[in-house]
Nanobody
Framework: QVQLVESGGGLVQPGGSLRLSCAASGFSVASAGVKWYRQAPGKERELVCHINPWGVWINYADSVKGRFTTSRDNAKNTLYLQMNSLKPEDTAMYYC??????????WGQGTQVTVSS
């Protein structure tokens, strides 16, 4: 079964850090283009970062550039989003999505990140 499962969200104070995980099953995350999105209540979904297949390039939204870093652990078939220097405006539900080509996209269930003092 093709599946993505996010974890690692939570409540953190401004300036803190969190690491989100996106565990894949049923396909190899190494060979898929993967995107991290977030959506805050009442706002449009925002593309946070995009790593292409085999990690040749990674693009980040300007709003997170320099603070967020995505990486892959191919042995664990898992993608990570390291988020540092978190701000209240980073509060959102975070999703990972993988492009499986003709099979379409697969999405995780999301994990909530709340940045508040």
């Amino acid at each position: 079964q093709v599946q993505l499962v996010e974890s690692g969200g939570g409540l953190v104070q401004p300036g803190g850090s969190l690491r989100l995980s996106c565990a894949a099953s049923g396909f190899s995350v190494a060979s898929a283009g993967v995107k991290w999105y977030r959506q805050a209540p009442g706002k449009e979904r925002e593309l946070v970062c995009h790593i292409n297949p085999w990690g040749v390039w990674i693009n980040y939204a300007d709003s997170v550039k320099g603070r967020f870093t995505t990486s892959r652990d191919n042995a664990k078939n898992t993608l990570y989003l390291q988020m540092n220097s978190l701000k209240p405006e980073d509060t959102a539900m975070y999703y990972c999505s993988a492009d499986l080509g003709p099979a379409g996209d697969v999405w995780g269930q999301g994990t909530q990140v709340t940045v508040s003092s």
